[in-house]
């Protein structure tokens, strides 16, 4: 019991160092990015901007390190620690918000219930723009730095829950609303591994940081299409058309990973929202991945 319980306060004390490294490393980055682009604006000179670029890129360099210890602080023993990591993701008016709020107010079987935010939908309702997918190869890397920035907020935030639940006593359940992977629907192919590239992270090592996917297919595809609509969220502006290929390019980001349950679209709305429920108590009683109660 002893040694448990030193094992255990071992790893709380490696938890926080690693979310001060990361939080340290985030702000120390963005800094210096906002100071480079400051005195650029300011009429400094070319020479003077390349030469903050080259320090701020010599800041993003430590995130290398960084993430990796990011990695093992999410995907370490999520068994032993009665974590299990799901995912929902889906394209635009899918249900996850609806499925969300029906899991924030309750326990699933025995275990309590954290739901990540969506990262970007924070972002777009707070006032930056998205730069659009469809970057011309001059504004191609004020995208890569928009995703970018999004990426490492989106992993940040993620880190951070999983600390939190791991300061549990019980089984948690971490529910995703859209997780890293999201991101790469909605990039150029090339863009997306130059982001990968650069900041020294990989699609495995980023699908190994979730133990489960669940795909809520767009209402725009299918029998319900009609039922599509974009009132019900203010960062939401696709067309149904624009809905129904983001959902594809959403399944294709997450095709390779070994637990991506689809949940399509099959009767009415309330069929669909059991349908995922049921799905999601599938995954956390899965033995594989979560140990039984005591």
Request: net charge neutral; hydrophobic share 45%; aromatic share 8%.
């Amino acid at each position: 019991m002893i040694i448990v319980l030193f094992r255990t306060l071992c790893d709380l004390g490696i938890e926080l160092l690693i979310l001060v490294f990361q939080l340290n490393v985030f702000v120390f980055k963005s800094f210096a990015d906002a100071l480079s682009r400051r005195r650029f604006q300011n009429g400094s000179s070319a020479q003077t901007f390349e030469t903050w670029r080259h320090f701020r890129k010599r800041v993003e360099d430590m995130l290398g390190p960084q993430q990796r210890c990011a990695n093992w602080h999410s995907t370490r023993g999520s068994a032993g620690k009665r974590l299990v990591r799901i995912v929902l993701t889906g394209g635009p008016c899918g249900g996850k918000s609806s499925v969300l709020e029906q899991l924030r107010a309750q326990q699933v079987d025995g275990a309590t219930v954290f739901c990540v935010p969506e990262v970007p939908t924070l972002v777009f309702t707070n006032g930056p723009r998205y730069p659009g997918s469809e970057a011309a190869d001059d504004a191609s890397e004020t995208l890569l730095e928009f995703e970018a920035n999004l990426m490492r907020l989106q992993l940040a935030a993620e880190d951070a829950f999983v600390g939190m639940a791991l300061l549990e006593s019980k089984r948690v359940v971490l529910v995703y609303d859209r997780a890293a992977l999201d991101i790469k629907a909605y990039m150029p192919d090339g863009l997306w591994r130059q982001l990968l590239a650069s900041n020294g992270w990989s699609e495995s090592a980023l699908l190994a940081r979730y133990d489960a996917v669940v795909h809520l297919t767009s209402a725009a595809v299918g029998p319900t299409r009609d039922a599509y609509t974009t009132a019900n969220n203010a960062a939401r502006t696709e067309t149904a058309d624009k809905a129904a290929e983001l959902d594809r390019r959403v399944k294709r980001c997450w095709q390779q990973h070994p637990r991506l349950h689809v949940v399509a679209n099959a009767g009415d709305f309330a069929a669909k929202l059991a349908a995922a429920h049921g799905c999601i108590r599938g995954i956390i009683d899965d033995q594989q991945l979560t140990p039984p109660l005591d």
